[in-house]
């Protein structure tokens, strides 16, 4: 019992980090904070339009879709090698595409699957989610234990990934100078078009999700808008796959905006208080898992998890103390 | 001819959805064993087949009957979530038992089924109890809090992990087998708490099959027959927590939904009555885990969970394509052999109004006659014609370009024609329409009138020969070709033909 809880270590815990471990733990502290904060954003939607367990299940069944975009390109890794093609970075970001192309295509095929079984038979819609990404994900386990030696994925590693695996070899380089390793990068990019997405269609977002009827009448596309937030999630949880897996993933993409919800009622600063949450959330996380040795993606969801109770206790609309405090007064 | 109750089409069809089941999962072994043989060495997949079937080993012994009572308890319980609507309940819980089965090791260090038991129940229900209370005393919805619960719990069980797999015990304690499961880890120990764990399930769900029965579907109703509605419910919750946590080892935390959900779902389109539903869910839930309990078996140390779940959705496939009267395929089928059947009907109904034109005059038609009727090309009633050839109903003389109907098919012109003027018929007189406007009702009704019904409205309407337009009806002496029975008293002695 004494080696399970590591004792509290100042030194070890909350110094080095920032002194001698800088240049690893910074990287994933930027990693985990990038990949919360989409997730967050995006969340925020997803609660609004009551897709939490859409959500659920798309950040399981993207793992078929990855797992055979990895079958396939590992047939075209081979012909590469054999004519020598050794370009490390283009390598990398060459072989991103087809994955984020499978996570995508199974995003779609998770929407259309749940559709055909919910519209066209008596099961409800509960039930027809819960078969559809099980199965999907069933699926995806299985191809990756029978190929494990193509597919570049460990199956331990799906449910919860872990961000400090993340590798930092390729570092994007501009005029020779070292910028950040790709994945950061990558997550990056997919986080600013995030909030650039959001920026553009905040007004059609916002409309379709509070009233679907109002905007199907002021012409919002809200067919459209539906299934691109679905491939955008996708695009999200495929590259927040590695780091925090497809379950963790679930935590990232609810937290934030649940806690925001709790604090506020407006859209704008329920946007902000989720990318707060996931700044507090990751930088908590990294120094628990820290402190107890263990993996970083979980403890960042333990953080988050209890940012949300503190939130829960002190809301000033729906806080627990609150409710107290009002009872006794009526009592 | 009663629509009544075509069991016997049912119970067809279920044993022919029985037999391919059965054959889908015969050829997923086959290809199975396609990839083995080539991936691996030293095991031959023939060897590992006959292995398999003749029980030698132990712990497959064991496997295949956590595989099996597994399937069993998921079957029962998850049948009550499907039609509760709470299908993802089951996600819920099967996540948040993650920190209770960490905690339930650490108790005394090792993999104690009785402490994991324990610990699990103890998380899942404090997981369900938290989004009870979100949803209660939040703005957030039911989805958000399970999902938020789920991930969360999950969270904390993984860091719990993490640590674990730090101590020196721990990294060996076969502790992340939760994760996928593993049947073949399943011991002497775990399949007795199974089984006294599902005995248990299955005694109270047969006792208390009346209370869970009337409170899944009428909760309102059975409070107001003094049925406790929340201590059925809590206690269904319960049973829950213990199936999901004793199938755990087996089939993993984040597939256990999936056999709770999918061997339901799948009963659910194959039957009406609950306890059908519950015998086929328990019957598909065994097949599916013994399936997975066999296909991990035969390559090394793969997970069992996804093996099983894949069994499952197979089947579900399957049924959602055909089963007899839900599938998606049955259905079609359906709807096409409708469809031309009336295409049949209205073509021998133009024959028999071209003949009766001539006053029967003619024993056949000519095609050029028929298509004109018809309003159609000469093409379309060849084909049409062809059609009814094809089924028996009309033979077609090419030389002189006529078709002529056999006995069979005049029979059925005749009955067709009935249908319509009797309807007709029946809407002026007892339903005072005008006799302009009855023709488009009587089209589409004659089509699906029984015999039953007709034998009705013949005696309400007591016994007419005529439509409102004055065409003669025919009649069943007519139609089965018997001698008109003169009887004064009206009575016709018509014989039901069965």
Redesign the interface.
Known sequence: ?M???LPWDWQRVVIEPWTSGAEIYGWILLMGFLISATCGLIGNYL?LR????I??AISHSVLPGMAVAFLVTSGWKNAGDQLGATANLQEGLLHGWPILLGAILAGMVTSLLIEL?HH?????Q??A???TF??L???G??LI??FADKVDLD??CI??GEIAFIPLEPFLSVGGWAVAPLPVIQMLGVASLTVLGIGLFYKELLISSFDPGLAKATGIRVRWIHYGLMVWLSIVVVSAFESVGA?????????P??TA??LSQSLRTMLGISVVHALLSSLGGLH??IW????I??????A??GL?MIA?FL?PT?G?LK?RGKAGAVG | MRCGKPIPDTMLGRSIITILAVALNALMMLQLHAERIGQSVDIHPLDQLRRFVALEDPALRFALAGGLILGLLCGLMGSFLVVRKLSLVGDTISHAVLPGVAAGFLWNMEKDPVAILIGATTAGLLGMVLVTQLTRRTRLKEDTAMGMVLAGFFGIGICMMGMIQRLPTGSKSGIDKFLFGQAASLGWGDIQLMSVVGLLVLILILTFYKELLTTSFDPQFSGSIQIPVHTIEHGFMLLLAFAIVISLEAVGVVLVSAMLIIPAATAYLLCDRMHWMLFWACLIGMIAGAGGAFFSFLGQKLPTGPFMVLSASGLFALALAFAPRQGLVSRWWARHARSSRIRRENALKSIFHVLEKEHFAREGVTLIDLAHSRSQTLHETEKTCRELTRAGLASIAHEEKAVYLTPEGMRRAQTIVRNHRLWERYLTDAANYRPDHVHDDAEEIEHVLGEATVRMLERQLNFVDRDPHGKPIPSIQDISGQPKNRNPDGMTGYHTPS
Do not use: C, E
């Open positions: 019992m080696n399970l809880i609660i009551r897709m939490a367990l959500g659920d079984i066209r038979s008596r099961i409800k509960d039930a989610i819960g078969i099980s199965t994900f069933a699926l386990v299985v234990s029978l199956a331990d449910l919860h379950i963790l993933v679930i935590a990232m993409l609810i937290l905006g649940a919800s709790l628990l898992a107890l040795d263990t993996s993606a979980g403890s960042m969801v333990v988050g998890s949300f829960w809301s729906q627990l409710q």
